[in-house]
């Protein structure tokens, strides 16, 4: 059974930074790409970032660049979303999602090839 476990978030000020962590379990983490989707009160999941399956490459929505980042620890079987400079637009919960294939660049941008996901875990950034 494929479980990830994200933690990390909370309420932050705005300029703060928060780490999340993404455990995951269940399938061999080392060949799956990797990313974090973000869903605010009244909106759609959306994509925040990705990272290839080998961790070497990762994706960002424009709106974040320069402020997160993704990084996939294989050691750990982790995957974190580091955020800096938060903005009280990032306060959505934070969901972590693994590919439904193995081996895959993670460049999607979108959901669609996202088959396993975690509980979500709420940042709140006040201004």
């Known amino acids: 059974q494929v479980q990830l476990v994200e933690s990390g978030g909370g309420l932050v000020q705005a300029g703060g930074s928060l780490r999340l962590s993404c455990a995951v379990s269940g399938l061999t983490f080392s060949q799956y790409a990797m990313g974090w989707f973000r869903q605010a009160p009244g909106k759609e999941r959306e994509f925040v970032a990705s990272t290839s399956w080998t961790g070497v490459s990762i994706y960002l929505v424009d709106s974040v660049k320069g402020r997160f980042t993704i990084v996939k620890d294989n050691s750990k079987n982790t995957v974190y979303l580091q955020m800096n400079d938060l903005e009280p637009e990032d306060t959505a919960v934070y969901y972590c999602?693994?590919?439904?294939?193995?081996?895959?660049?993670?460049?999607?941008?979108?959901?669609?090839?996202?088959?396993?996901w975690g509980q979500g875990t709420q940042v709140t950034v006040s201004s």
């Open positions: 999602a693994a590919d439904r294939r193995p081996y895959s660049s993670g460049r999607y941008y979108s959901r669609e090839n996202f088959e396993y």
